[in-house]
């Protein structure tokens, strides 16, 4: 499985981005897709994920709630990240991850797969 992240970029406090990951190799059904951040000096963890069968549930971190919606696209084998509200304590590089299986985890260390990263600047 390839996965190539984008859409990051410089923003200031309050305002909005979008990223995307598109998936190939493998057929995205079998796959829970998740994003991760990393900040500097800090450990990656968990932003949102949301599974590809029985509707796809969607996970998030509770830093995160209200302001960020993942989605998925079938058809284009990818998924997004939308950030509203964004916060200083928001940047970080931004990876996004696949799971094969359909359980959802929050644990980077369950995921088999992950794109190269884009970085998101937050200014305040």
């Known amino acids: 499985v390839q996965l190539q992240a984008s859409g990051g970029g410089l923003v200031q406090a309050g305002g909005s981005l979008r990223l995307s990951c598109s998936a190939s190799g493998r057929t995205f059904s079998n796959y829970v897709m998740s994003w991760f951040r990393q900040a500097p000096g800090k450990e990656r963890e968990f932003v949102a994920g949301?599974?590809?069968?029985?509707?796809?549930?969607?996970y998030y971190a509770d830093s995160v709630k209200g302001r960020f919606t993942i989605s998925r696209d079938n058809a284009k084998n990818t998924v997004y990240l939308q950030m509203n509200s964004l916060k200083a304590e928001d940047t970080a590089v931004y990876f996004c991850a696949a799971e094969y299986g359909s359980s959802w985890s929050r644990f980077r260390d369950e995921y088999d797969y992950w794109g190269q990263g884009t970085l998101v600047t937050v200014s305040s």
């Open positions: 949301i599974t590809w069968r029985s509707g796809g549930t969607r």
